[in-house]
């Protein structure tokens, strides 16, 4: 039988078939070997009986032999033979002998015998053999071939006086003649073959039995309380749960039971607490859910407020800021109306920037932002943009410059909205810079489908754990050590200027990176797709809310000021 099919049979089929087979198999290993080795020994056994048979003839017919010899009367010889054939046995009636001398003469005086058997007998005597036994099987004959040693009553009678044809002289314990046994096998052969077939009979029987008690075992013992759990298994997986394991062995498969009763207990009790904790955690969810229809109708009126609240807060902000500009060309102001006029136009100005901010928020939080994509140079906007901030940066005493790789191609984007992501980026960093400081302006491509809009300042810079916090909504980083646990205002701004270039920059299809060091400045990145798609939708493309003032609305909203 080949491996797979020894691993079929024993490691891909029922317990049952395997425990029959291992049992089985090792029970009919365990008898045939048993039984074989009884019936070895029993035909050694019935042939050590041939030789003790044997050898008790041999001591009869060397008496029977001398008898005859030492009787004179022919008659009385002839009555001695007959006798002796009368007191054999029946069975062993067909045995026969034979004394020889020690060369193999007749004890008779006949010529020498020509069996070469009878050689071979001799000479394994002379080398030190007591007997020697031959099977013929072809003459169905046991032969058993005994030395004659010379005893003290031999040499007495025949070995007295030297032989003057031998120059040998015999002494006692000395080898002086052979006896031939012939038994018949016929007796021995029908003995071995009754005895192998009693042995045959009781291991079929015994192999039949201890079959039978295997499958008993296996069956009853080992696999029905197996089956039976599998049973309750299965109709437990269907759902009926009011089933339990009943095994009444008194051995490991009842407490196997036991603990299966118990573990289907356990579970039941935890499937009721789980049907509890669901329906608390249902009612909770609807709860939750009606809380977020609620907080999404409040947001939305928040958002539909701010938006109008912003938009009708600029016409008044810009008529305001339009007459602090007429008061300001005035020649009839003092000095100290003069300071009053410029301190109008600043708050002015801060606050319809911070209105403009909230404004972009609510655009962005509504979704109603779109992109105006349009083919443009990069090189020329943050040439515009950076000469626009240079008056700003001068009043601070900072080097503000900018460069833009060469082989940057002609963009394919909002320019309004890359316009807004950087003004906010250069007016970050102007003020949070100090005096005499650097801020640097790169473009740099970044293979054939992106680039990169880099913003480096010298400024204070972002700790460590303000760095994802600035990006959320009116936030601030921290700028004075020692206070860990608030953020600091000690800048100006409304905190919006991140969020937005965050929010605008995913609209776009980039994302913006920060690295800072507080105290040693701050890198914004901005990563930018060179082409974007006019026909997109920006939901198509964006995950998060959308909105910002574009260019030609922030236009507007300086041609409107400036008409005022």
Same mark, same amino acid.
């Given at each position: 039988?080949?491996? @797979?099919?020894?691993?079929?049979?024993?490691?891909?089929?029922?317990?049952?078939?395997?425990?029959?087979?291992?049992?089985?198999?090792?029970?009919?290993?365990?008898?045939?070997?048993?039984?074989?080795?009884?019936?070895?020994?029993?035909?050694?056994?019935?042939?050590?009986?041939?030789?003790?048979?044997?050898?008790?003839?041999?001591?009869?017919?060397?008496?029977?032999?001398?008898?005859?010899?030492? =009787?004179?009367?022919?008659?009385?010889?002839?009555?001695?033979?007959?006798?002796?054939?009368?007191?054999?046995?029946?069975?062993?009636?067909?045995?026969?002998?034979?004394?020889?001398? =020690?060369?193999?003469?007749?004890?008779?005086?006949?010529?020498?015998?020509?069996?070469?058997?009878?050689?071979?007998?001799?000479?394994?005597?002379?080398?030190?053999?007591?007997? %020697?036994?031959?099977?013929?099987?072809?003459?169905?004959?046991?032969?058993?071939?005994?030395?004659?040693?010379?005893?003290?009553?031999?040499?007495?009678?025949?070995?007295?006086?030297?032989?003057?044809?031998?120059?040998?002289?015999?002494?006692?314990?000395?080898?002086?003649?052979?006896?031939?046994?012939?038994?018949?096998?016929?007796?021995?052969?029908?003995?071995?073959?009754?005895?192998?077939?009693?042995?045959?009979?009781?291991?079929? %029987?015994?192999?039949?039995?201890?079959?039978?008690?295997?499958?008993?075992?296996?069956?009853?013992?080992?696999?029905?309380?197996?089956?039976?759990?599998?049973?309750?298994?299965?109709?437990?997986?269907?759902?009926?749960?009011?089933?339990?394991?009943?095994? @009444?062995?008194?051995?490991?498969?009842?407490?196997?039971?036991?603990?299966?009763?118990?573990?289907?207990?356990?579970?039941?009790?935890?499937?009721?607490?789980?049907?509890?904790?669901?329906?608390?955690?249902?009612?909770? %969810?609807?709860?939750?859910?009606?809380?977020?229809?609620?907080?999404?109708?409040?947001?939305?009126?928040?958002?539909?407020?701010?938006?109008?609240?912003?938009?009708?807060?600029?016409?008044?902000?810009?008529?305001?800021?339009?007459?602090?500009?007429?008061?300001?060309?005035?020649?009839?102001?003092?000095?100290?109306?003069?300071?009053?006029?410029?301190?109008?136009?600043?708050?002015?100005?801060?606050?319809?920037?911070?209105?403009?901010?909230?404004?972009?928020?609510?655009?962005?939080?509504?979704?109603?932002?779109?992109?105006?994509?349009? =083919?443009?140079?990069?090189?020329?906007?943050?040439?515009?943009?950076?000469?626009?901030?240079?008056?700003?940066?001068?009043?601070?005493?900072?080097?503000?410059?900018?460069?833009?790789?060469?082989?940057?191609?002609? #963009?394919?984007?909002?320019?309004?909205?890359?316009?807004?992501?950087?003004?906010?980026?250069?007016?970050?960093?102007?003020?949070?810079?100090?005096?005499?400081?650097?801020?640097?302006?790169?473009?740099?491509?970044?293979?054939?489908?992106?680039? =990169?809009?880099? %913003?480096?300042?010298?400024?204070?810079?972002?700790?460590?754990?303000?760095?994802?916090?600035?990006?959320?909504?009116? @936030?601030?980083?921290?700028?004075?050590?020692?206070?860990?646990?608030?953020?600091?205002?000690?800048?100006?701004?409304?905190?919006?200027?991140?969020?937005?270039?965050?929010? #605008?920059?995913?609209?776009?299809?980039?994302?913006?990176?920060?690295?800072?060091?507080?105290?040693?400045?701050?890198?914004?990145?901005?990563? #930018?797709?060179?082409?974007?798609?006019?026909?997109?939708?920006?939901?198509?493309?964006?995950?998060?809310?959308?909105?910002?003032?574009?260019?030609?609305?922030?236009?507007?909203?300086?041609?409107?000021?400036?008409?005022?």
């Amino acid at each position: 039988m080949s491996y @797979r099919g020894i691993k079929r049979l024993l490691g891909e089929t029922s317990l049952e078939r395997k425990c029959r087979f291992l049992f089985g198999g090792g029970l009919m290993l365990l008898i045939s070997g048993s039984f074989y080795f009884y019936a070895q020994l029993n035909s050694d056994l019935v042939y050590d009986q041939n030789k003790t048979m044997a050898r008790l003839l041999m001591s009869s017919s060397l008496l029977e032999k001398h008898w005859t010899w030492s =009787e004179p009367e022919e008659e009385f010889v002839r009555i001695i033979e007959k006798m002796v054939d009368d007191f054999k046995p029946d069975d062993l009636g067909d045995y026969n002998w034979v004394l020889m001398k =020690e060369d193999l003469t007749s004890a008779d005086g006949g010529s020498r015998p020509t069996d070469e058997a009878g050689y071979d007998a001799l000479e394994q005597l002379r080398k030190g053999a007591t007997e %020697v036994v031959r099977l013929v099987p072809e003459k169905d004959e046991y032969q058993y071939y005994g030395g004659v040693y010379a005893a003290g009553s031999c040499l007495t009678c025949h070995y007295h006086k030297p032989r003057p044809d031998s120059k040998r002289t015999i002494a006692e314990g000395d080898l002086i003649g052979m006896v031939k046994i012939t038994l018949p096998l016929e007796r021995t052969e029908r003995a071995l073959a009754w005895n192998n077939a009693v042995l045959l009979a009781t291991a079929l %029987v015994t192999a039949f039995l201890a079959m039978l008690a295997a499958y008993a075992i296996v069956r009853y013992v080992i696999v029905k309380p197996v089956l039976h759990l599998k049973d309750i298994s299965d109709q437990i997986a269907q759902g009926n749960l009011d089933l339990r394991a009943d095994i @009444r062995t008194g051995d490991e498969y009842e407490e196997f039971s036991h603990a299966f009763n118990r573990m289907l207990r356990h579970l039941v009790t935890v499937q009721d607490e789980l049907r509890e904790v669901n329906s608390d955690l249902d009612y909770k %969810v609807d709860e939750l859910a009606q809380v977020n229809l609620q907080l999404y109708e409040m947001n939305k009126l928040k958002d539909d407020f701010l938006a109008t609240v912003s938009h009708e807060l600029r016409t008044p902000m810009n008529s305001i800021l339009g007459f602090s500009d007429i008061l300001s060309s005035s020649k009839n102001l003092s000095d100290k109306e003069k300071r009053f006029v410029e301190n109008i136009q600043i708050s002015g100005k801060n606050l319809l920037e911070l209105i403009n901010d909230v404004l972009d928020l609510a655009k962005i939080e509504s979704g109603k932002m779109e992109r105006q994509i349009v =083919e443009f140079s990069i090189s020329d906007l943050v040439q515009q943009q950076v000469a626009g901030m240079l008056p700003l940066a001068e009043k601070k005493n900072i080097d503000l410059t900018w460069q833009a790789d060469e082989k940057m191609p002609p #963009l394919f984007q909002d320019p309004g909205k890359i316009l807004q992501i950087l003004n906010n980026l250069l007016s970050n960093a102007i003020k949070f810079t100090p005096e005499g400081g650097r801020v640097r302006v790169e473009v740099v491509p970044v293979g054939e489908k992106s680039f =990169e809009l880099v %913003v480096v300042d010298t400024g204070v810079g972002i700790r460590l754990e303000d760095q994802e916090s600035i990006f959320e909504k009116f @936030r601030q980083g921290k700028s004075i050590p020692g206070q860990a646990d608030t953020l600091t205002r000690e800048f100006e701004g409304t905190g919006l200027g991140l969020s937005i270039i965050r929010e #605008l920059s995913k609209l776009l299809g980039g994302e913006v990176r920060l690295e800072s060091e507080f105290g040693n400045g701050s890198t914004f990145t901005v990563r #930018l797709p060179i082409k974007i798609e006019q026909q997109l939708h920006p939901i198509d493309e964006y995950d998060g809310p959308v909105g910002a003032q574009t260019l030609d609305e922030v236009s507007d909203t300086e041609e409107t000021t400036k008409s005022a």
